[in-house]
């Protein structure tokens, strides 16, 4: 079990327009992965957020993705997101289905 210490949320659920499980191109089968569309404001926030991350040494390049008080990921940065939508891969307890009806009722 990790152990994070988190910053100020830089995006939340006034920054997302659509969530929704979806099979990921090039992905195992029956790997299925959460779709997040951000606003323009959401869009703008994650990129400087990456942009500020992305060089930093390790731990602190991660981005915690948070839901009702569970990190339920901490993806290393590797490079700047600005296109609008995220894939977010559910953890082992959680299927994509389950994760998109989570983080929608907290939106």
């Given at each position: 079990?990790a152990?994070?210490?988190?910053g100020?949320?830089e995006?939340t659920?006034?920054?997302?327009?659509a969530?929704?499980?979806e099979?990921?191109?090039?992905?195992?089968?029956?790997?299925?992965?959460?779709a997040?569309?951000?606003?323009?404001?959401?869009?703008?926030?994650?990129?400087?957020?990456t942009?500020?991350?992305v060089?930093?040494?390790?731990?602190?390049?991660?981005l915690?993705i948070v839901?009702?008080?569970?990190?339920?990921?901490?993806?290393t940065?590797?490079s700047?997101i600005d296109?609008?939508?995220?894939?977010?891969?559910?953890?082992?307890t959680?299927?994509?289905?389950?994760?998109?009806?989570?983080?929608?009722?907290a939106s």
């Amino acid at each position: 079990m990790a152990r994070y210490v988190l910053g100020p949320a830089e995006l939340t659920g006034q920054d997302l327009t659509a969530v929704s499980p979806e099979t990921a191109d090039g992905a195992a089968p029956g790997q299925a992965l959460v779709a997040v569309q951000l606003t323009t404001d959401g869009t703008r926030k994650l990129g400087e957020a990456t942009t500020r991350l992305v060089n930093l040494p390790a731990p602190r390049n991660h981005l915690a993705i948070v839901v009702d008080s569970v990190v339920v990921g901490a993806p290393t940065v590797m490079s700047v997101i600005d296109g609008g939508i995220l894939q977010i891969a559910p953890p082992d307890t959680l299927s994509a289905a389950d994760l998109a009806a989570r983080i929608r009722a907290a939106s």
